[in-house]
Nanobody, 119 residues
Framework: QVQLVESGGGWVQTGGSLRLSCAASGSFVSIPNMGWYRQGPGNQRELVATINRGATDYADSVKGRFTISRDNAKNTVYLQMNGLKPDDTAVYYC??????????????WGQGTLVTVAS
């Protein structure tokens, strides 16, 4: 079983920066896939960025402003968010895909952290 703890959300003015963290713990063999998603007011949850076996992918709306990275020693994924805009206001969720000791692939969501960007 994998547990995720997210941190780093908060309030920031337009143009500001925040860094989100998501630390995984528990019993697993490896974590090949990690990513960030968000759900804004009245919107569906959408992909923000993923890092899968080292390869990164970003939503067009955040390219050039957000950077996803991971620390394998800490089983932690980060999302550095620069140049924040009011449209980035959302609850941000991390999602982790891990391999368990039976060889199965399990996806787990974090609890979410709120990012509010004031205009």
């Amino acid at each position: 079983q994998v547990q995720l703890v997210e941190s780093g959300g908060g309030w920031v003015q337009t143009g500001g920066s925040l860094r989100l963290s998501c630390a995984a713990s528990g019993s697993f063999v490896s974590i090949p896939n990690m990513g960030w998603y968000r759900q804004g007011p009245g919107n569906q949850r959408e992909l923000v960025a993923t890092i899968n076996r080292g390869a990164t992918d970003y939503a067009d709306s955040v390219k050039g402003r957000f950077t996803i990275s991971r620390d394998n020693a800490k089983n932690t994924v980060y999302l550095q968010m620069n140049g924040l805009k009011p449209d980035d206001t959302a609850v941000y969720y991390c999602k982790v895909g891990s391999i368990n000791w039976r060889g199965g692939y399990v996806e787990v969501w974090g609890q979410g952290t709120l990012v509010t960007v004031a205009s």
